[in-house]
């Protein structure tokens, strides 16, 4: 039978990127970066709802990735970090999808944050494809168990 | 001891659940009040030093998340909602606290109390998983 790997406890470049987007999520919830350029492209309250939905679901990535090992059944890590994964990647689709539209005063496009925010959700939706793959892989194992 | 036994007769009596759907009706009304209508909190002078912190809508989303979180863990199983009561009760306390910054009211000490009752929610939530380990115990 083939063999499968979860690799939730171990990817510890998915941990650091999710507590990066996490930090991220805190400081811009928190009013603490001098950057505005997540207020200029949402606008208030809007860009409260997205940096604190982003503290929200990269801290629940991070608890799921780093609680995977002591669990019983991973099975329910997974479940959190995949759904973590299809937030994280839903929110830069939308900034990203707001940032084509946004022009700074000088009407320059902002090339690095739709650059960075490509990187993050391509990112993030193959980690949510990894973890897909790995669970169907996971019930097959369960399945074929006597 | 005496304790003890008193928090796990109270898990095995779902008093957990209880307190969780309480709590999800208080934290989950704070939250929707905070996104709906922030002005009448923003009035209240007492609120200045939380808000100072992070929005009304960033805290009514926190609380809104923590309460569903408890609520659906604590009823799928009370073993299951420890993190979540504890996250809830922080930031019931944590709020509670920043707003004393802006003098005491009796609104903060809702915040905090509410908190207490999530921590108090979080310690059956443990004395129901140590109650499972024992009673899933195979001794050899």
């Known amino acids: 039978m083939k063999q499968f790997t979860i690799t939730s406890p171990t990817n510890s470049l998915a941990v650091v990127i999710y507590i990066l987007m996490a930090f991220a999520g805190g400081v811009y919830t928190m009013n603490l970066s001098p950057n505005q350029t ?47 994964c299809i937030t994280l ?49 996971l019930r097959r194992f369960r399945d074929s168990q006597p | 001891m005496k304790f003890k036994a008193m928090l796990v007769k109270a898990a095995s009596h779902g008093v957990a659940q209880v307190l969780g759907v309480i709590l999800f009706l208080g934290g989950a009304g704070i939250g929707v009040s905070l996104l709906s209508a922030p002005e009448s909190f923003l009035n209240y002078d007492k609120l200045t030093a939380a808000f100072g912190f992070a929005s009304p809508v960033a805290w009514g989303i926190i609380f809104l998340a923590a309460s569903t979180a408890l609520v659906i863990s604590v009823l799928i199983g009370p073993i299951y909602a420890q993190l979540p009561a ?41 004395a129901e998983e140590s109650r499972e380990a024992v009673h899933h115990y195979q001794p050899h």
């Open chain 1, 89 to 137: 990647s839903t929110l830069l689709g939308w900034f990203e999808w707001l940032l084509l539209s946004y022009r700074t005063e000088s009407g320059a496009l902002l090339t690095n944050s739709i650059g960075f925010s490509s990187i993050f959700l391509l990112g993030f939706s193959f980690r949510a494809g990894q973890i897909f793959v790995e669970r169907r892989a």
């Open chain 1, 38 to 84: 997540v207020d200029g492209v949402f606008g208030n309250p809007l860009s409260d709802v997205w940096s604190t939905l982003l503290l929200l679901s990269a801290s629940a990535a991070v608890y799921a990735t780093l609680s995977a090992p002591r669990r019983r059944d991973p099975d329910t890590s997974l479940v959190i970090e995949f759904w973590a």
């Open chain 2, 86 to 126: 504890l996250m809830l009760g922080t930031v019931f306390i944590g709020f509670g606290l920043l707003s004393l910054i802006g003098g005491p009211s009796p609104m903060v000490w809702a915040f905090v109390a509410l908190g207490w009752i999530s921590v108090f929610t979080q310690v059956i939530c443990w």
